[in-house]
């Protein structure tokens, strides 16, 4: 018996994002530098697959820096973490290594700036993520008020309306944020603004390439983890663009094929952390039950690299 026909369409850029590579980078360096076991402080990035994989390799992930003993090194993870953890690890003489992703840093840097120059911080974000918990913690209490709607920008409450600032989390949807700086800009005419907007470049260019597939699609799956905030807003950002289904699927055991029945096209992209293999594993799936033709629509390319700290750069 034949197997149905099925386009499938590839979105480019999609997967891993230089800061994702750096950090995977970083731990598997320190592995080579310094042995098994190497502490992990948080999920490195948030991928259960890449994960699991670095701590068959010798990689420890714990919750809290007090997890981890004194001899060992410990790494903190890409979405950074409040100034209060690399001061504990100080404190303790641990070795330690920041892998925050370098895009992270720079909102961090920002804040610090706006902070200094007596600037109190609206920060738009989800609450409770990581990424959103070390910006935040880069600041005392209260000089940082997160904001995760629109709603929100209405009800907060400021020291001083005429010395604000706004910093965004890197992953977040742009066209979610946009509404939400507009809605800050009318409340708050003279809140200041980053230089370049603090969305990652792979967060947009990945959320582009979503709006071009989208259109085109029956159903689109995102190869990416629950607890990836870029991997959830391509589900949000291809529902919005006119996919009627759009899902996540952190591997092709989780694709419900009783939910495409019928379907003629399919996008496929992945989270800023999700690897190429778990896209392929995706593609071949498709491979089993239909007769696929692939297209890549590329949207951007992206060059983008960064170094890994000087403290493994000999290892």
């Not at 948030?46 to 090194?73: M, T, W, Y």
């Not at 950074?80 to 370098?102: E, I, M, Y």
């Not at 809605?183 to 260019?205: S, V, W």
Request: contains cysteine; negative net charge.
């Amino acid at each position: 018996m034949s197997k149905p026909q099925l386009k499938l369409y590839l979105a480019a850029p999609r997967g891993f994002c230089a800061g994702v590579d750096r950090a995977i980078k970083i731990v598997e360096l320190a592995l080579q530098k310094w042995g098994a076991p190497v502490y992990v402080r948080h999920e490195i990035v948030h991928n259960k697959f890449v994960v699991d994989s670095l701590g068959v390799q010798g990689a420890i992930f714990v919750h809290e820096l007090d997890q981890c003993p004194d001899d060992r090194p410990v790494i903190f993870s890409a979405h950074g973490v409040p100034k209060s953890v690399p001061n504990a690890a100080k404190a303790r003489n641990l070795v330690f290594v920041d892998a925050t992703c370098p895009l992270v840093s720079k909102v961090h840097i920002e804040a610090e700036r706006h902070y200094e120059n007596g600037l109190q911080m609206i920060m738009i974000g989800h609450a409770g993520h990581p990424e959103t918990v070390g910006t935040m913690g880069q600041l005392p209490e209260d000089e940082v008020l997160l904001v995760e709607t629109e709603a929100d920008v209405a009800l907060v409450e400021v020291r001083d309306a005429s010395r604000l600032a706004y910093i965004t989390q890197t992953t977040l949807s742009v066209d979610d944020t946009a509404g939400m700086v507009a809605a800050l800009q009318k409340r708050f005419p003279k809140i200041m603004g980053p230089h370049k907007e603090d969305i990652c470049y792979a967060t947009t260019n990945r959320q582009e390439a979503v709006k071009a597939i989208a259109p085109l699609s029956d159903a689109l799956l995102v190869v990416g983890a629950p607890n990836s905030s870029n991997s959830k807003r391509l589900v949000e950002v291809a529902s919005r663009a006119g996919c009627c289904y759009a899902q996540l699927v952190q591997r092709a055991t989780d694709i419900d094929w009783r939910a495409l029945d019928g379907i003629k096209s399919v996008g496929i992209t992945a989270g800023a952390s999700a690897p190429d293999v778990l896209i392929q594993e995706v593609v071949d799936a498709f491979s089993k039950h239909y007769e696929v033709t692939v297209e890549t629509v590329e949207t951007a390319q992206e060059n983008v690299s960064f170094k890994v700290p000087r403290i493994l750069r000999d290892a």
